[in-house]
């Protein structure tokens, strides 16, 4: 070509020209099929190959997937498997756990319950209802027993004409008319302060302004009371009757105070609230009365306490020496199992005022001038009865009483010596007449009791003032004062007991 373009050249520029466009043509001409071919080359190659293309992604899903289950099945399955073989066997494990227990409850209960049924499940509650039933039952059954002892003192003593009370006392009967009896019944003679208590109030008799009889017994209406009487029975009470004889102001004199009864009963007397002012400060102990070759006539079983040999003599006479004091008369009575002390107070010691009694004529007297003036002569109308009280005296019989069992026909007969002894020495007592020596000795006795009580009471009250003294400095002093005092009274106590050191020579 070169070589005709060449020649062209050189022989015909016109021609040259000419040949060029046409070898240009030609060249295109091939350019463009060679392109078209090597096109529908490409396209038939990029068909065949998304054909094979297409197949192969389907082939190499199905793979994946077969690679997915094979290792489910080879590892997650395992697994799965376990899981649920575990969650089965701990839910076997609870169920064996429960009836387990179950088993050992119901083994239980039948240990602690040989005859009840194995369903037996208010056990708790059955017990509860138990304790009620039975405190209920004791309370009946205590309550009546109290009311029976009630109604055969009432019978052998208030109730019969008969009777000490209704031949001494102009009336025998209730503290107030509207209180109940016994069980409720109106028409007895005593009223009803408690379960255990009854009080009946006897009035018009000389030298007397009253006689209050009051029946203490046992607490059988309490449950806990009956345990622990069971549980110790030498601190369990006994059923007791009390007599106080109230005498008029004016009729016993100062020096009168004695007791009699069995030495035991001297000392639980003394330890009382009721002796201790009078019987363990002013009284001695004496032989009593004595027959014409010195010898004692009270029973040997008894103890005389008095304020002098002289007022022993006075009180205890012939009569009651028969009676019941005398040492074959004593030991042969009924009445001397259940005697337990007879106590005479001049009314000076406070025992008199402490039933509050003494109270009621004044306070009626009160009433009867009316509103107005009773408001303005109230500390006078007390002022009143604090003087009857301190001039007033009181005579205490202090017995056992026996068990209903015996009724009212054993009540008389044990406790007829007891109850007829009641009115003569009432009688005795406000007959004694004390002479001079006496008055002196007692005005003397009660002279130095004041002064020992003051000096007491003045004691008492130096060291609480001292200590209300020492509490308000301490109160002022900071915590390091307070340890350097501490310290100081600690070395004082060592120092004071310590003592005195003695140097010996030689």
């Given at each position: ?27 295109n001409a091939r350019f463009v099929f060679v392109s078209?071919?090597?096109?529908a080359l490409f396209a038939l190659v990029q068909g ?347 005579l205490r019989f202090t017995f056992d009483l026996p ?104």
């Open positions: 070509l070169l070589s005709l373009v060449g020649d062209s050249d050189e022989d015909d520029g016109s021609g040259f020209a000419m040949a060029t466009t046409h070898v240009r043509a030609r060249g078209l071919c090597i096109l065949a190959h998304a054909a094979r293309g297409g197949g192969g992604t389907e082939t190499t899903l199905d793979a994946q997937q077969a690679l997915e289950d094979k290792f489910a099945e080879d590892f997650e399955a395992p697994i799965y498997k376990a899981s649920q073989v575990s969650m089965d066997t701990a839910a076997d494990v609870e169920v064996e756990r429960k009836a387990l227990s179950a088993k050992q409850r119901l083994a239980q209960r039948r240990r602690a319950n040989l005859h009840a049924p194995p369903v037996f499940e208010w056990r708790y509650e059955g017990v509860g209802l138990l304790a009620v039933v039975v405190y209920v039952l004791t309370y009946l059954r205590g309550n009546a027993v109290n009311r029976e002892i009630a109604r055969a003192f009432d019978v052998a003593f208030l109730t019969k004409t008969s009777g000490t009370f209704r031949k001494q006392f102009h009336e025998v009967g209730k503290l107030a008319d509207t209180d109940p009896g016994p069980g409720g019944r109106r028409s007895s003679n005593f009223s009803k302060e408690a379960p255990d208590e009854f009080k009946c109030w006897a009035t018009g008799r000389r030298f007397l302004t009253g006689t209050l009889v009051t029946l203490k017994l046992q607490k059988r209406h309490d449950l806990f009371h009956v345990i622990n009487a069971l549980s110790n029975p030498a601190l369990a009470t006994k059923d007791t009757c009390v007599v106080e004889c109230f005498f008029n102001p004016g009729v016993v004199q100062p020096g009168t105070c004695f007791a009699i009864g069995e030495l035991s009963h001297i000392k639980n007397l003394e330890k009382s609230n009721k002796g201790k002012l009078d019987v363990a400060r002013l009284c001695d102990t004496f032989a009593g009365p004595k027959d014409i070759g010195g010898r004692r006539r009270v029973s040997s079983l008894l103890t005389v306490k008095a304020e002098s040999q002289e007022l022993a003599c006075d009180v205890l006479t012939d009569v009651s020496l028969a009676a019941l004091f005398g040492e074959k008369t004593f030991s042969e009575s009924a009445s001397e199992r259940f005697l337990k002390t007879i106590h005479a107070a001049c009314g000076d010691g406070g025992s008199a005022s402490s039933t509050g009694v003494l109270a009621q004529p004044a306070l009626e007297k009160v009433k009867e001038k009316g509103d107005g003036d009773a408001e303005d002569d109230n500390d006078s109308s007390k002022n009143e009865v604090k003087k009857e009280a301190q001039n007033s005296g009181v068990s209903a069992d015996v009724g009212a026909d054993g009540y008389e007969r044990i406790l007829r010596d007891v109850i007829d002894l009641i009115p003569h020495l009432v009688d005795a007592v406000a007959r004694v007449r004390l002479s001079e020596q006496q008055k002196t000795n007692a005005v003397k006795r009660r002279k130095l009791v004041t002064e020992e009580d003051f000096k007491l009471s003045l004691k008492t009250h130096q060291k609480e003032n001292a200590d209300k003294r020492l509490d308000k400095k301490m109160d002022a002093m900071s915590d390091k004062e307070k340890a350097k005092w501490r310290e100081k009274q600690q070395k004082k106590l060592l120092k004071k007991g310590a003592g005195k050191s003695l140097m010996r020579k030689g």
